[in-house]
């Protein structure tokens, strides 16, 4: 006796199992692996993107404070405010400006500081970021004089 098998009615086991799709067991386990790789990966990623605002902070700063020296050799002074790198002061006559094409702001949101003469630079000038909180004067601020 032979048995005919039709190509439209598939009877082997193979067939059947590629028409299920997955079992409920297989779908669990690949959330849950995904959900332990994700409980690993994310808190290290969070701590990276802090460093990298930390580390944005001091490339914006070693800039503006490129600039600052840039208008003082071509003025004789350092300026009074951060603007005057972008727009010449009136009392600046040497001023090849601008020396920023903008002046940027901290990762964070906030304007940077900028004292002349500075505080902690008595001899210089101050520029800072006032950090996460967005509050100068904290344990959180990233300055020309800090090495964090």
């Given amino acids: 006796m032979k048995i005919k098998i039709s190509p439209t009615k598939p009877h082997s086991l193979v067939t ?10 297989e779908m669990l386990l690949v959330i849950t692996i995904i959900g332990i790789l ?31 020296d840039s208008f003082e050799v071509d003025s004789g002074f350092y300026p009074k405010s ?3 790198l972008i727009q010449q002061p009136r009392d600046s006559k040497n001023w090849r400006g601008p020396y920023l094409d903008k002046i940027p702001q ?3 949101g906030s304007p940077y500081v900028y004292a002349y003469p500075g505080k902690q630079n008595g001899n210089s000038f101050d520029i ?6 967005g509050k100068s004067g904290t344990d959180d601020d990233i300055g020309n004089w800090t090495t964090k």
Avoid at 49 to 60: F, G, I, K, L, N
Avoid at 128 to 133: E, H, I, Q, Y
Wanted: hydrophobic share 40%; aromatic share 4%; no cysteine.
């Fill in 82 to 84: 951060l603007t005057d």
């Fill in 128 to 133: 800072s970021s006032p950090g996460l909180d």
């Fill in 16 to 25: 059947q199992r590629k028409q299920r799709g997955f079992t409920l067991v």
């Fill in 106 to 108: 901290d990762p964070w």
């Fill in 38 to 68: 994700a409980a690993l990966v994310i808190p290290k990623m969070m701590g990276r993107s802090e460093q990298a605002r930390q580390a944005a902070v001091r490339a914006d700063i070693s800039a503006i404070k490129t600039s600052l």
